[in-house]
């Protein structure tokens, strides 16, 4: 048994704290799930859907106390309000959906035979979610999961330590039974040898490469399922025809919002030699107005960091960079503290020798390089042992179908940048990860297919 502790990066005050369950207590928990799991799946699925959305509801119904707790807990600004947007689109989109992503898939009847084939829950979800996103990771997974039919056990990132329980209780308060929906606090120990008993049948986990390299390692030998969402370097690519002023405004904003703790945030811009230099220009421009302080202000367009130490990262990157030769455009802000709070940077000079352009940062800082082609382009995304989504500027759509066919990642988006599509499947590649959420394949990923070979006649 231990203590985890959230400390505020507002001021590095502890904000909540919460005690660890003994493994034996965490096992009975999850005992606990698995035995209300049948009854569960016994429910009609729109009526599990239906107490889904109720939940989802009553989360909503706490926003005035929730946006106020994540400006606390991990520093994003109030005058964003929020991730209930999010968390409703996305939990929506997958009860609508439901009913046919979970349909039988008819092989075949006639007088002899009929064959199907099902897609049954797979029993136990267990769901370890990061702070960044609190509520919209976790509801990716959480909602699909028990509308299939599966019992959910919910463990979040001690930075947001309170978003379980809030979810939690809100789900239990619209009639989704209290064993059905779990919130657990763990240390990592004991997370690891509940995977390694298989204690539970399907694992998604969005986190660092080694937090999902730990999940790997725990599940070894169990056959346990694994959806691993893990680290980003995404790519932004402004060819010569795009529209500047939404480029600009688009990928910049990708690459700051959120104090650039976003999992699909742009982290590396690459723009056409004929438009570098105005792109840059306007770039910096728009990252001066940007109001660093405490997120509690209503005036803050930039919070802090979540952690001094994810900070300490950044500001490593960015002065190995310059160290380099890279060039920082923007003078420190008055109100960076050398701590928490950190000066959005923009670097050119770079280059892909250094960590700012090769390892993730999910910070506030993007480095900008000119191309002189898409050959350039593709082949600098594709330099990268991440691959989660990839940004593609340009008014000729089929030259971004083109490109978009060769670069190494899981989302190609057009004209736009950080944003889920619930329609579309959230997935990656190479170190990012593998598996999917989201759309009929995140449905698919939660259940297992179960064939039916049921022939009428013996004679």
């Known amino acids: 048994m231990s203590l985890l502790n959230c400390i505020s990066p507002i001021d590095g005050s502890v904000f909540a704290e919460r005690t660890t369950l003994e493994t034996s207590a965490a096992r009975a928990l999850v005992d606990r799930a698995r035995a209300a799991?049948?009854?569960?799946?016994?429910?009609?699925?729109?009526?599990?859907?239906?107490?889904?959305?109720?939940?989802?509801?009553?989360?909503?119904?706490?926003?005035?106390?929730?946006?106020?707790?994540?400006?606390?807990?991990?520093?994003?600004?109030?005058?964003?309000?929020?991730?209930?947007?999010g968390f409703n689109e996305r939990a929506s989109h997958m009860a609508a959906i439901a009913e046919g992503a979970l349909a039988d898939i008819a092989v075949g009847e006639d007088a002899t035979f009929k064959r199907y084939i099902r897609r049954v829950p797979h029993g136990v979800v267990f769901v370890v979610a990061p702070w960044n996103y609190p509520y919209m990771t976790a509801i990716n997974t959480v909602a699909p999961a028990l509308i299939a039919g599966n019992t959910v056990v919910l463990k979040h990132a001690t930075q947001t330590l309170l978003v379980g329980e809030r979810m939690a209780r809100a789900f239990h308060s619209a009639g989704v039974p209290e064993d059905v929906f779990l919130n657990v606090f763990l240390d990592h120990d004991t997370t690891s040898a509940l995977i390694a008993d298989g204690a539970f049948d399907f694992v998604n986990f969005t986190g660092s490469v080694g937090g999902g390299r730990a999940m790997e390692r725990a599940a070894a030998g169990t056959f346990t399922g694994l959806g691993l969402e893990l680290g980003g370097k995404d790519p932004g690519y402004v060819m010569e025809d795009a529209d500047l002023d939404a480029a600009v405004a688009t990928l910049i904003d990708g690459a700051m919002f959120n104090s650039g703790q976003c999992c699909c945030g742009i982290e590396r811009i690459y723009v056409h030699e004929s438009l570098f230099d105005a792109f840059v220009e306007k770039?910096?421009?728009?990252?001066?107005?940007?109001?660093?302080?405490?997120?509690?202000?209503?005036?803050?367009?930039?919070?802090?960091?979540?952690?001094?130490?994810?900070?300490?990262?950044?500001?490593?990157?960015?002065?190995?960079?310059?160290?380099?030769?890279?060039?920082?455009?923007?003078?420190?802000?008055?109100?960076?503290?050398?701590?928490?709070?950190?000066?959005?940077?923009?670097?050119?000079?770079?280059?892909?020798?250094?960590?700012?352009?090769?390892?993730?940062?999910?910070?506030?800082?993007?480095?900008?390089?000119?191309?002189?082609?898409?050959?350039?382009?593709?082949?600098?995304?594709?330099?990268?042992?991440?691959?989660?989504?990839a940004s593609l500027w340009t008014a000729d759509i089929e030259r971004a179908m083109a490109v978009g066919d060769r670069v190494e990642t899981g989302t190609v988006f057009l004209n736009r940048a950080d944003y889920l599509d619930p329609g579309l499947c959230w997935t990656g590649c190479k170190n990012t990860g593998r598996g999917g959420g989201l759309s009929v394949i995140g449905y698919h990923n939660l259940t297992r297919p179960k064939s039916y070979h049921l022939k009428k006649v013996t004679k």
Not at 52 to 80: C, F, K, Q, S, T
Not at 352 to 367: A, I, K, L, T
């Open 283 to 389: 770039s910096v421009a728009l990252v001066k107005t940007y109001k660093l302080g405490n997120p509690l202000d209503p005036e803050t367009t930039l919070g802090p960091m979540a952690s001094t130490r994810f900070a300490d990262e950044v500001r490593a990157q960015i002065s190995e960079a310059v160290a380099a030769g890279a060039v920082a455009h923007i003078p420190t802000f008055a109100e960076d503290d050398g701590g928490a709070y950190l000066t959005p940077q923009i670097l050119t000079g770079v280059t892909h020798d250094m960590r700012v352009m090769r390892d993730e940062s999910f910070g506030p800082v993007v480095g900008i390089m000119p191309v002189k082609d898409d050959e350039e382009a593709i082949a600098l995304m594709n330099d990268s042992e991440f691959g989660l989504t």
């Open 37 to 85: 799991q049948a009854d569960w799946a016994a429910r009609p699925l729109s009526e599990r859907a239906e107490l889904v959305m109720a939940g989802v509801a009553a989360v909503g119904a706490m926003n005035d106390e929730i946006v106020p707790e994540l400006a606390h807990m991990m520093g994003r600004p109030v005058r964003y309000g929020g991730e209930f947007g």
